[in-house]
């Protein structure tokens, strides 16, 4: 079965650091694009990061450019999203996406995690 879990997710408070991991199962990651995105409460998920296969460049949403690392361990089949500097406006779930034809999570083929909580708070 080809699944990716996400972990990671905890509650921070502003301008601490966590690092959420999206590990894969019944595959190879390093294959795949992947792409993290985010839904907070009562808004629409977004796409913040996605490194492509293709080109081998990760891309950054402008919130989070600077802030947000995506890196990959092929060993562990799991790619990390280090988030520094959080801010209450983070606070969503976070979800990945391994995706087989490069489109960051948004082709048909896509496999979605199940989510992680992040929680930005004082």
Known sequence: QLQVVESGGDLVQPG?????????????????????????????????????????????KNSVKGRFTLSRDNAKNTVF???????????AVYYCAADPDDLCGMGSRSIWGQGTQVTVSS
Do not use: H
Not at 25 to 41: I, M
């Open 16 to 60: 601490g650091s966590l690092r959420l991991s999206c590990a894969a199962s019944g595959f190879t990651l390093d294959e795949y694009a992947v792409g993290w995105f985010r839904q907070a409460p009562g808004k629409e998920r977004e796409g913040i990061v996605c490194i492509s296969t293709t080109l081998g460049t990760t891309y950054y």
């Open 81 to 91: 999203l280090q988030m520094n500097s959080l801010k209450p406006e983070d606070t």
